[in-house]
């Protein structure tokens, strides 16, 4: 029980991580379309 709950942990950090990067992503197109 507690491998699947560290799992869905982990998934979640990940899922999280890649919006986070995603929208850094997205935040220095828009900087750099202004510029």
């Known amino acids: 029980m ?6 869905k942990l982990s998934y979640i950090v990940i899922n999280t991580l890649r919006r986070d990067i995603q929208g850094y992503d997205l935040e220095d197109k828009k900087s750099y379309q202004l510029k």
């Open 2 to 7: 507690e491998k699947s709950i560290k799992r």
